[in-house]
């Protein structure tokens, strides 16, 4: 009882703060969804190109569940490795350009297990401020002296960077398409600099695998560089619409993560059913371009209908749309008004943000259609009029 009391009392700390959170629950992934029975369109999912609900992705999630079980039965080191992991490890080297690959569960379990495998006492590892979670936690855990830079701040990286011959190895991590800003991290830069140093370059490109890049590979592509110059880590749980994470680059990156990825060692391997889709999906990004133009088309008339309102997205580097409106309460409120009139955005609040920076984090996907976003754009119009715009 005297725990539950303590942790009552936290969460109505919390509550207080409008920082308590709850979980809603959606009919299904997908743009046009019911909550609590109401039909409403969802705008705050990562399913970019919408492929969760393509009938070719669920096919192959089917197929493999037919062919292969329901589980792997074992981690990748003891019996888990099938086939179809296999398949889906070569088809993702290819994609990205690089000799191998390998995936884990989750995106989440791909960084705890990488970074901790490539960095550890005696090591220095530099992070962007505005890094995913995972990555945070991954340097924590990795036990790696843990530098952070400014959001974009190369001045400081270069100083931090100044002192990685004081370490034995230097790793500088960032996320490619930063996730709650929607901005692009300056590849080209940061690896100059970390060549200048003899440091080693880590881009999560969770946000940026199937979408960003003339084929949809990726970060790195869209700014031009060769991946192998990264080690590359991205999910199949965003455009993909599976579940799952990967690291992509050398045979011998590879391999010494087979030996030393924790999260990968001692896990039972990714499901027939997440391998089968995700496969199907790379298929999908590789012969249907116009999946990923009518991304583009949407996320284009999502600004233009922002912009006739007066707001203005962080960035305009992505496919992610952040309408910062600082003040938790104001993003909550702005959510459950957007609910009422039909419109599902989370708010976004610390500590996912700084404090301060609440906001909504709006995404259209390629299965949304103009009709939906016009809705939506009504949607916002009455909900900004009911809770105020943010001033300045
Ligand atoms: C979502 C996300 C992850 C975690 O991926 P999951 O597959 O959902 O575990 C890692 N990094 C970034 C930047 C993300 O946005």
Same mark, same amino acid.
């Not at 962080?314 to 496919?319: G, L, M, N, R």
């Given at each position: 009882m005297h725990l539950d009391e303590e942790l009552r009392a936290e969460l109505d700390d919390l509550s207080a703060q409008g920082l308590l959170r709850t979980l809603r629950t959606a009919s299904?992934?997908?743009p046009r969804i019911e909550i609590a029975g109401r039909p409403c369109l969802n705008l705050c999912s990562n399913d970019y190109l919408g492929l969760t609900q393509h009938p070719a992705v669920i096919a192959a999630a089917a197929g493999a569940v037919q062919r292969y079980g329901s589980g792997a039965g074992a981690s990748r080191l003891i019996s888990g490795t099938l086939p179809i992991h296999e398949e889906l490890e070569q088809t993702l080297a290819d994609f990205k350009g690089t000799e191998a690959a390998m995936v884990f569960t989750t995106g989440h379990a791909a960084n705890l297990g990488t970074i901790p495998a490539l960095v550890g006492r005696g090591d220095l590892v530099i992070c962007d401020k505005l890094n995913h979670a995972s990555l945070i936690d991954a340097c924590r855990l990795s036990g790696a002296r843990l530098r952070v830079y400014g959001h974009g701040d190369l001045g400081k990286l270069a100083s931090l960077l100044g002192g990685a011959g004081n370490f034995r190895r230097t790793l500088v991590v960032t996320d490619g398409v930063f996730s709650m800003d929607g901005d692009i991290a300056p590849l080209r830069d940061i690896l100059s600099l970390a060549d200048e140093h003899g440091a080693r370059v880590m881009v999560d490109d969770a946000h940026g695998t199937g979408v960003m890049g003339p084929d949809g590979r990726g970060t790195a592509q869209h700014v031009g560089l060769p991946t192998q110059r990264f080690i590359n880590m991205g999910t199949l749980s965003k455009a993909l619409g599976s579940l799952g994470g990967y690291i992509a680059g050398s045979g011998a990156l590879i391999s010494y993560l087979h030996n030393r990825a924790r999260s990968f060692i001692y896990s039972t391997a990714l499901p027939p059913a997440s391998a089968g889709a995700a496969l199907a999906a790379l298929r999908v990004v590789r012969e249907h371009p116009e999946i990923r133009a009518r991304l583009w088309r949407n996320v284009g008339a999502l600004r233009g209908a922002l912009r006739r309102l007066g707001l203005t997205p962080? #960035?305009?580097? #992505?496919?992610i749309n952040a309408v910062v409106v600082r003040e938790a309460e104001t993003a909550v409120r702005l959510s459950e008004a957007l609910l009422d009139r039909g419109a599902f955005v989370a708010a976004i609040r610390p500590p996912t943000v700084p404090q301060g920076t609440s906001r909504l984090r709006i995404t259209v996907t390629a299965a949304h259609t103009l009709g939906d976003i016009e809705q939506f754009a009504g949607a916002m119009k009455e909900a900004f009029e009911e809770v105020g715009l943010p001033d300045g």
């Open positions: 299904r992934a997908g962080v #960035s305009e580097d #992505s496919h």
